[in-house]
């Protein structure tokens, strides 16, 4: 076969390509900062032996409507120029998805270079941000409260590991940090040098001295006052948290401050003058349903008991074509392939976006061709709400 796992001897060829692919340097003479990923995560095609393609598919545990599951990072995507366009992406792609289907992952994840072109395996768009710029100056109107701690690469990451479950805890997409082989995420998290980077990470106390909260601050490059700072990461428990460590921000020499905020935040409230920010929505991750039936039995359960049929389209994947039947009550749902006429008729990418709590009902009824209401709506619409959603690690 043309596709097949990589093995150690491999990675560097990987990454050649991928510094060809993406116009970026490395100098190969020279070990890695970074720990490598394990080899046999990226799936490799091959000409005549020799690698030509490659995706790394990062197996995460993350958050769905308060359940841990699993779900496929798609990462890495690259071809050597001379061979693109003969189908190479698509077929790893597919490869891979299959995989993911066999052993029952749930969701696959990435980040596109181009929306549409993953639409063709399936993905759709299924997590925004809203990107907010202030000036630091407005933050003094912040109450200050408890205290500051810094992190230094090498601290343990105990604390923060206990703010960020608790932050991600009803977090659609947020990516569980402790689930990675020797805490790597945490490692890549914490392992800038403030002094050599800019990067800096602090802890916030309560009056007790608990971390309740943490954020992370890139300075930008500029000194003083005209330093331009970027939020990296800010987590908390709870809405107090939440402002006492927004409140750092005014402890900052810096001029505008920018952070690509969850969207569920309303960041009029926190800076009631609005005309003090701006704000823009970004368009960005796309997921897909990769086992439906698994999804459908982690998907959220309105209060009560109910039963709702939808008819599935999935070209790529075959075995989640079909109708399945959920049955909820008490919290607990059960989920059955049925021979019966369907409530809802969905492709892929529109039942992504449903199940993911990213839109509405009504919502992806107005625009959406490849969704079709046939009965049933008042159950379909206590299922298919909007939900808070953040995906907390770059591909």
């Excluded at 569980?176 to 990470?201: A, H, I, Q």
């Excluded at 709702?308 to 392939?337: C, M, W």
């Amino acid at each position: 076969m043309n596709i097949r796992r990589l093995d150690p001897s491999e990675q560097e060829d990987m990454k050649r390509i991928r510094c060809i692919a993406f116009n970026a340097r490395k100098d190969f003479t020279k070990p890695d900062d970074d720990p490598n990923l394990p080899a046999d995560w990226t799936w490799g095609y091959f000409e005549n032996g020799r690698l030509v393609s490659d995706i790394t598919a990062i197996p995460y545990k993350t958050r769905f409507d308060g359940h841990t599951v699993s779900m496929c990072g798609i990462s890495g995507v690259s071809s050597l120029p001379e061979s693109r366009h003969g189908g190479k992406i698509f077929a790893l792609l597919r490869t891979i998805l299959e995989n993911e289907y066999e052993i029952g992952t749930e969701f696959s994840n990435l980040a596109p270079f181009s929306h549409s072109f993953y639409r063709r395996m399936g993905y759709e768009l299924c997590n925004c941000r809203q990107s907010i710029t202030t000036k630091v100056r407005n933050f003094d109107k912040l109450p200050a409260r408890g205290s500051f701690t810094q992190h230094f690469p090498g601290d343990p990451t105990d604390e923060l590991n206990a703010v960020f479950n608790e932050y991600i805890k009803n977090l659609n997409h947020a990516i569980l940090r402790d689930s990675s082989p020797e805490r790597m995420w945490w490692k890549k998290f914490t392992r800038n040098d403030p002094y050599n980077t800019g990067v800096c990470t602090y802890i916030w106390r309560d009056e007790s001295g608990a971390a309740r909260g943490y954020i992370q601050i890139k300075q930008g490059e500029k000194q003083w006052r005209n330093n331009e700072l970027t939020i990296n990461e800010l987590a908390f428990v709870d809405s107090q948290a939440l402002y006492g460590t927004l409140a750092f921000v005014s402890l900052l020499q810096g001029s505008d401050i920018t952070w690509q905020a969850p969207t569920y935040i309303q960041f009029s409230d926190i800076i009631p003058d609005n005309w003090e920010f701006s704000t823009s929505i970004i368009p960005r991750d796309m997921t897909r349903i990769v086992h439906v039936e698994r999804a459908l039995e982690s998907t959220r359960k309105p209060e009560g008991h109910g039963v709702y049929r939808i008819e599935v389209n999935d070209p790529r994947l075959p075995g989640n074509n079909g109708v399945f039947q959920v049955e909820y009550a008490d919290g607990k749902s059960e989920v059955t392939r049925v021979d019966a006429p369907a409530d809802l008729t969905a492709d892929i990418p529109a039942l992504s976006q449903l199940v993911m709590g990213f839109r509405t009902l009504d919502s992806a009824l107005l625009t959406r061709g490849d969704l079709i209401l046939r009965g049933n709506a008042e159950t379909l619409r206590k299922v298919f709400t909007i939900r808070p959603s953040h995906l907390t690690e770059e591909f």
